[in-house]
């Protein structure tokens, strides 16, 4: 644990990320529970804890600053990236996880039991058939994605989650001018920022994009 503890440290000290000590716990119970689950129902390609903290909490956590508003949904969450880690770091705002395989969202719904962590929303489903038809409908700040989709097809796919408010956010590797110049004409970029992750993982950025 110790070890793990280092690591977690090392990584948030990287990206500039102060948070206390019980967050810092929950992330690595998030983890381990996580490298638990993997062995049996195969969350995540990653199957060493130790590179969890990099790939999948660090890499998450660099987005945190540019959650701008309450309401976010995580689209293709898979085992609840990049919300979960978000979520526990920011406990004043929602976060809708929405994936398409039950198993994920079977540790999701676990990870909130076993946690408590009351601002997180577990939504079994695809993207295009999402329906935000409730008496009062969510307005999503941001819209979440995290080697989803390319920026065109997360559009054409989430369009029906956004307003004209809300944002699109997605991380991705490398800022690529082609599939930039690809998205459609309704809407515009923001905004597109490099994070300053780990060597490990490469070259990162955070497409910001909005409607016209």
């Known amino acids: 644990?110790?070890?793990?503890?280092?690591?977690?440290?090392?990584?948030?000290?990287?990206i500039n990320i102060d948070i206390?000590?019980?967050?810092?716990?929950?992330?690595?119970?998030?983890?381990?529970?996580?490298?638990?689950?993997?062995?049996?129902?195969?969350?995540?390609?990653?199957?060493?804890v130790e590179q969890?903290?990099?790939?999948?909490?660090?890499?998450?956590?660099?987005?945190?600053?540019?959650?701008d508003g309450v309401n976010f949904i995580d689209v293709?969450?898979?085992?609840?990236?990049?919300?979960?880690?978000?979520?526990i770091i920011n406990p004043d705002k929602n976060f809708y996880l929405l994936d398409s395989q039950s198993?994920?969202?079977?540790?999701?719904?676990?990870?909130?039991?076993?946690?408590?962590i009351k601002n997180i929303f577990p939504i079994l489903g695809r993207c295009e058939n999402f329906e935000n038809s409730q008496p009062n409908p969510i307005h999503?700040?941001?819209?979440?994605?995290r080697a989803f989709a390319s920026l065109k097809d997360m559009l054409m796919l989430c369009g029906n989650m956004a307003d004209e408010d809300t944002k699109f956010l997605?991380?991705?590797?490398?800022a690529d001018s082609t599939e930039l110049s690809e998205i459609d004409a309704n809407y515009k970029i923001i905004s597109?920022?490099?994070?300053?992750?780990?060597?490990?993982?490469?070259?990162?950025?955070?497409?910001?994009?909005?409607?016209?």
């Open 103 to 116: 198993k994920r969202i079977n540790f999701i719904k676990q990870v909130k039991r076993e946690f408590n």
């Open 170 to 174: 997605a991380l991705k590797g490398q």
């Open 192 to 212: 597109i920022n490099k994070l300053n992750v780990p060597q490990n993982l490469g070259e990162r950025h955070l497409i910001v994009i909005g409607k016209k």
């Open 140 to 145: 999503f700040d941001g819209i979440l994605s």
């Open 20 to 48: 206390p000590t019980e967050q810092k716990e929950l992330l690595l119970n998030f983890i381990k529970l996580m490298d638990k689950w993997n062995k049996t129902y195969n969350l995540t390609s990653v199957r060493d």
């Open 52 to 67: 969890m903290i990099d790939k999948h909490l660090i890499d998450s956590l660099a987005v945190s600053k540019f959650l």
């Open 1 to 14: 644990m110790a070890r793990l503890e280092e690591k977690l440290d090392k990584g948030l000290k990287h």
């Open 76 to 87: 293709g969450t898979g085992p609840g990236l990049p919300g979960i880690p978000l979520a």
